[in-house]
């Protein structure tokens, strides 16, 4: 259900929270946050969630899949402060004032949180892999990929695999910054076969942001300026244009 102000969007977590009885100290994650269409541009931060959720680090991804608004017992859990600092490429959006994050973290920024992947018992990976995997079904889409794969999550991936989990085909493709950790599990020769309805399709090297985040790369500046405020904002290469040459090479 899509909410659309601040107000809404923390009723409906509660909400969530409340009907799953989540207790204190477990995550709580929601999707679809959308900094581009917030009323008056009052936008979610770290203190809303603060207020809700005194207990549980809570994390709420934005629509490009780009980035996430952390509370502070999340951003301590995944490891950003005052001192941490913006990487190229990167957005963290600072309270006025202060160097403290104020919760929108994205693109290079962001890989601290989705390098983490919540535990899960076998029992739970399987359940979850049908689930997913249903959904593509009953729309009639036979094969899915998986665009950005880090190691646990294609561990995940490859246990649900070797379990008979997989309903449809699924593509992996590493993400660079994962590469030589996965070739250590899955070397090129084992790539672009088929096992179980699960193959390794190639790399995924993000060059630049989303234009839903605010964060793709353009030669004029946005109408709106950037996720954090910035003026003539014209987004940013998530690595050195050297450092992309040298990955693709």
Do not use: C
């Amino acid at each position: 259900m899509r909410r659309k102000d601040v107000a809404s969007i923390v009723a409906e977590i509660k909400k969530f929270a409340t009907d799953h009885k989540i207790p204190k100290g477990e995550l709580i994650r929601a999707y679809g946050y959308d900094d581009t269409v917030m009323p008056n541009g009052r936008l979610l931060n770290r203190d809303d969630l603060d207020a809700a959720f005194p207990d549980n680090p809570v994390r709420v991804e934005h629509v490009s899949m780009h980035g996430v608004v952390l509370n502070s017992l999340a951003l301590k859990k995944y490891g950003y402060s005052a001192e941490t600092v913006t990487p190229p490429g990167g957005v963290i959006v600072r309270k006025e004032g202060t160097n403290e994050p104020y919760g929108l973290i994205m693109e290079s920024a962001f890989i601290p949180v989705t390098e983490q992947s919540e535990p899960m018992s076998p029992e739970e990976e399987i359940e979850a892999t049908k689930a997913g995997q249903l959904l593509y079904a009953q729309a009639g889409i036979t094969t899915a990929h998986e665009g950005a794969t880090q190691l646990a999550n294609f561990e995940t991936m490859k246990r649900a695999t070797d379990a008979g989990a997989n309903i449809i085909d699924v593509i992996a493709y590493p993400f660079i910054t994962d590469l030589d950790k996965i070739l250590a599990e899955s070397p090129v020769s084992e790539w672009g076969k088929y096992d179980k309805r699960f193959k390794v399709g190639g790399v995924k090297i993000t060059i630049d942001g989303s234009p839903q985040g605010r964060t793709a790369f353009f030669t004029t500046p946005y109408l709106t300026g950037g996720p954090g405020g910035e003026k003539n904002w014209t987004g940013e290469l998530t690595f050195p244009a050297d450092m992309v040459n040298q990955m693709v090479k």
